[in-house]
């Protein structure tokens, strides 16, 4: 699909009825996960026109409210959507930061490649962020593990019912006030290992970020809930039950004798930007990082050996959670320590000190939005 870059400017539409102050500090005090929006969207529409020529047109950004859509609008039907997840950083001198955001917008393209989707400009993709950042920058909490959560997605709006890519799609950042993402205190989450689904195939959407995935992995997350985890675990049933990620989180293990392992990006794995920051990280601290196949046997043998001493799951929403006990079927493996583990602790702080501001940015990861 060919397509013109459209100018990043977007026009402003105010919000004439924000949530008041009062509502706006209470909903920071305690924002949870996910739950609060700001009173702003941004919004790009794009429409292949008699020519075939595709285009970006009528950037801006809105009050936040309900999309109206045709019910016939191709994303209803068949699920063409793809999705980003970021976070905005208040820094103390009062700046607003995004992390690593050139990834995100390679990321969103390359899952708009797979989804047949167009791609986005990434400097359209960067003045989104910084427009409604800069609309609604009241909302971004600054306690420990907290920012402004920024969810940058696509959608085909096009009416019709037969099997094509749309021809009319529209691109939207909403923005929601985030603190842990499993609630509370940050403490260990158990897991749940599922053998009755895979979120992901040979040749099919894993490595792209959409809806679908999530909406394949839900019945396993039940499964994992009905069984007490928070979270559930999928494998790679074609390959020895390698283990492959999280519903949305990547998963590492730290081992005895320093050793970061990670299952190898195989083409059905999320490449999560905070994985590869933290193997960047680890490898700055002078540990030894593998990306490889690791299995269930070897978690279970290496824990019970006192092998691995840590595992943990890591994404821009869950920034770096430890992981405790695995259940599964037949048994359980235990937690590999109590708590959050020393390496684990250290490389969360460290993370998060870049993204906050207050530890050197080294690699250059931080974008100023604000
Ligand atoms: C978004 C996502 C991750 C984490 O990616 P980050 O870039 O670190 O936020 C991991 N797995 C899946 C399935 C995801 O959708």
Redesign the pocket.
């Known amino acids: 699909m060919t397509q013109t870059a459209s100018e990043p400017t977007f026009s402003r539409q105010r919000n004439e009825n924000p949530k008041s102050s009062a509502e706006r500090e209470a909903i920071l005090a305690n924002p949870g996960f996910g739950d609060y929006f700001t009173d702003h969207t941004a919004v790009v529409d794009f429409k292949v026109d008699a020519n075939g020529e595709g285009g970006w047109s009528n950037a801006r950004i809105e009050p936040y409210g309900p999309i109206a859509m045709d019910p016939a609008a191709a994303v209803l039907h068949y699920g063409q959507e793809i999705f980003e997840?970021m976070k905005a950083y208040r820094h103390a001198d009062g700046s607003v930061w995004t992390f690593r955001a050139e990834a995100n917008a390679a990321r969103l393209n390359a899952s708009a490649r797979r989804l047949a989707l167009p791609e986005l400009p990434p400097e359209v993709f960067l003045e989104s962020l910084r427009e409604l950042v800069a609309a609604d920058q009241e909302w971004i909490p600054t306690g420990d593990g907290e920012a402004l959560y920024l969810r940058p997605f696509m959608i085909a709006t096009e009416a019709f019912l037969g099997v094509r890519p749309a021809r009319e799609v529209s691109y939207r950042v909403i923005a929601s006030p985030a603190g842990n993402y499993f609630g509370g205190e940050l403490k260990p989450v158990s897991i749940w290992l599922t053998t009755t689904y895979a979120r992901a195939g040979e040749g099919g959407t894993g490595e792209a970020?959409c809806g679908g995935?999530y909406a394949a992995s839900l019945a396993a997350q039940m499964e994992a809930e009905a069984q007490g985890c928070k979270q559930v675990l999928f494998l790679d049933p074609f390959n020895d039950n390698a283990i492959e990620?999280l519903?949305?989180?990547?998963i590492f293990f730290v081992f005895k004798d320093g050793r970061l392992v990670t299952p190898a990006l195989n083409g059905h794995i999320?490449h999560?930007?905070?994985?590869s920051s933290v193997m960047q990280l680890a490898a700055d601290r002078g540990l030894q990082v593998q990306e490889r196949k690791i299995t269930i046997d070897e978690w279970r043998d290496g824990v019970a050996a006192g092998e691995i001493t840590e595992a943990f799951a890591?994404?821009?929403?869950a920034v770096i959670t430890p992981i405790g006990e695995l259940k599964m079927a037949d048994g359980v493996i235990a937690s590999p320590g109590e708590g959050i583990g020393e390496v684990t602790a250290a490389i969360r702080e460290q993370l998060l000190g870049i993204q906050t501001g207050v530890v050197e940015d080294l690699h250059g990861w931080l974008t100023r939005l604000v």
């Open positions: 997840g970020k995935n990620e519903g949305g989180m990547n999320l999560g930007i905070t994985r890591c994404g821009t929403a």
